[in-house]
């Protein structure tokens, strides 16, 4: 099938061709594991799994790897050179402090590496949760920078070999942006713009010892950092963008990858200078064939910040923080995939109510159609029309709300058999991913499915204080009550 993107890179939707197909190398900037993943960073994870996903459905084999960052960021990463304060030493600050107030979270809140193994554990069950298939992948497909330190040693010195790199009077490691003529090409950021701090993307201290103020760390020299490692240039950490470059090579074996994702943030300074990194290694006329960003989701209109309190964990939006009520995971994945992934997405409690409805729809046709066909499941190829279209739609820079209406007007309209329309719903959700796993009673609890069958014996025998108490008792559990012709049901509330 045909399939297009937007390339940041080129500012142009082109046809999608990857470099040995059907193998797809896709490389994600993943989470910094310093704090819990917030939903708009998950709704740039949910994106590379939705990508992922529909490149499957496409005929592709894809290899996904999302990195995990737990060393390198700073307070002032939006610097070209970073700077600032270590954003694990902080994290490791509030571990104590919530354990000062009975919290404990780790053992020993001043070991970095328990810090980040907290956080980890946290992100890879929130990424289970929104059914992130990489999260299936961990540890292989998504490695911790620190894992990869010698490898990022190794790029240092070929950089400093090549002349794209040296070592500063301040004895840090700088990348030389003069030396490596695209630099910009990606953000627009030129040198030419970037001289004398333009729009305050340099750190005035450093600027005495760089040969240009957009120059930017590779390796800091620091014995007394609180992750440090030897290196030629001294004991100390690497830069930030680095760890991309060497986790890309390394995990995908590839010196040109076919895509790379990241939020519409990561673009400057951070891909620019992995573009600048692993080009300067490889020669290649190319690092990623695509490179795809993510807008920022805002909420009710407003940039997410923690100052206006609408800053919401996966888990707060789980647990009922926004609407008040629990939310079941699969809403709020499609909450976050519903948008067009180059338009801002606006986070709201009436979102996440559409969203619930719409995911019940989907679900409510999988039961009735589960239960029409008995059993059966027909093999369905993208020639189905309407598979065919929902994923023409996809291959169009993934037009997500062409593909769903696609789906929607599909489940009010079709008439074909039952065991037809589940082989399609099913193919749909390989990329919504929606549906439960598996609908045996979708999804209720044997104890639940007893309670219905007691209350209809209580209402049979006009013992109506007891069908009264079962019924509370389902619902308290999270659960709709349904009266049907067969008898009395039970379903999971979505929201
Ligand atoms: P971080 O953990 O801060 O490195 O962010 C992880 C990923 O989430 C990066 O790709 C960011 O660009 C992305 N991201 C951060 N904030 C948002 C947001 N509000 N909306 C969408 N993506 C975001
Ligand atoms: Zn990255």
């Not at 896709?26 to 996903?53: E, K, S």
């Not at 407003?302 to 609407?323: A, P």
């Not at 709201?348 to 679900?363: C, I, P, Q």
């Not at 039952?418 to 045996?440: F, M, R, T």
């Amino acid at each position: 099938m045909d399939i297009q993107f937007y390339n940041t890179l080129t500012n142009r939707i082109e046809p999608f061709q990857p470099g040995e197909p059907p193998l797809v190398t896709m490389y994600n900037c993943g989470p910094t594991v310093y704090d819990f993943g917030h939903i708009g960073n998950f709704r740039a994870f949910v994106f590379a799994d939705v990508l992922r996903r529909f490149l499957e459905l496409a005929g592709y084999d894809v290899k996904q790897v999302m990195n995990l960052t737990d060393v390198g960021h700073m307070t002032e990463d939006q610097l070209a050179d970073g700077g600032g304060l270590d954003k694990m030493q902080l994290a490791g600050q509030r571990l104590k402090e919530s354990k000062k107030s009975g919290k404990a979270a780790v053992e020993n809140p001043d070991d970095p590496y328990q810090v980040a193994q907290f956080f980890i554990d946290a992100f890879i069950q929130d990424a289970k949760t929104l059914k992130l298939k990489v999260a299936n992948e961990y540890p292989q497909r998504m490695p911790r920078a620190t894992q990869h330190i010698a490898k990022m040693q190794d790029l240092i010195r070929k950089l400093i070999e090549k002349k794209h790199a040296y070592v500063a009077s301040d004895g840090a490691v700088y990348y030389d942006v003069q030396s490596f003529p695209d630099y910009g090409k990606l953000s627009g950021n030129t040198l030419d713009k970037l001289i004398g701090g333009a729009g305050g993307r340099v750190d005035e201290a450093a600027q005495s010892s760089k040969k240009h103020p957009a120059d930017f760390l590779l390796w800091k020299p620091d014995p007394r950092h609180i992750m440090k490692w030897d290196s030629p240039w001294g004991t100390g950490y690497p830069g930030w963008h680095i760890e991309c470059s060497a986790m890309a090579m390394e995990l995908l074996g590839r010196e040109v990858i076919d895509i790379h994702t990241g939020g519409e943030d990561n673009l400057f300074p951070h891909h620019e200078c992995e573009i600048a990194q692993t080009r300067g290694v490889t020669d290649c006329p190319q690092f990623a064939r695509y490179w795809m960003h993510t807008r920022f989701l805002l909420v009710e209109g407003e940039k997410m910040s923690k100052s206006k309190r609408n800053f919401y964990t996966v888990r707060d939006v789980l647990e009922g923080k926004v609407s008040g009520k629990p939310v079941d995971p699969a809403v709020l994945r499609y909450e976050l995939l519903k948008t067009h992934y180059r338009s801002n997405m606006n986070f709201t409690a009436k979102g996440l109510e559409d969203s619930a409805s719409a995911v019940r729809k989907l679900r409510d046709a999988a039961e009735w159609w589960e239960r029409e066909a008995g059993g059966a499941i027909a093999e369905i190829d993208l020639n189905h029309p309407i598979l065919g279209a929902f994923a023409q739609n996809l291959g169009d820079d993934l037009n997500m709300s062409g593909a769903l209406g696609v789906a929607f007007k599909w489940l009010s309209e079709w008439k074909g058999s039952a065991a037809e329309s589940l082989g399609v719903l099913k193919k749909i959700d390989s990329v919504l991913a929606v549906l439960p796993d598996s609908h045996a009673g979708s999804g209720v609890e044997p104890a639940i499915a007893e309670k219905c069958k007691a209350l209809d014996a209580a209402r049979a025998g006009k013992d109506f204080a007891s069908a009264d108490r079962l019924r509370k008792e389902i619902q308290d559990a999270g659960y709709e009550v349904m009266t049907t012709k067969q008898g009395t049901t039970a379903r999971k509330k979505l929201a």
